[in-house]
């Protein structure tokens, strides 16, 4: 499995290509999802983050994620 920086997770903002969140170390590919064109979501979130604290907020569990596919982990 692919390891990602902060860095390196900000590449993959879905603006230009590929659109990954990070939650709880894990890092997801949500390019596929009507919810995160273009690397938004809600005008709230972006591809490219660490959403882990932000989850917390949402009105949703990060068990949503387990629709996506795992692309890697976060490594600090």
């Known amino acids: 499995m692919r390891t990602f920086t902060r860095e390196e997770l900000k ?11 990070a939650c709880d170390g894990r890092v997801y590919d949500v390019s596929g999802s009507f919810l995160w064109q273009k690397g938004k979501h809600q ?3 972006f591809a490219g983050n660490d959403l882990t604290g932000a989850l917390k907020e949402a009105p949703h569990g990060p068990d949503l994620l387990e629709r996506y596919p795992i692309v890697g982990e976060l490594i600090d």
Do not use: E, L, T, V
């Not at 993959?12 to 290509?17: L, M």
């Open 11 to 21: 590449k993959y903002d879905g603006r230009n290509g590929p659109a990954y969140i």
């Open 43 to 45: 005008a709230m979130h």
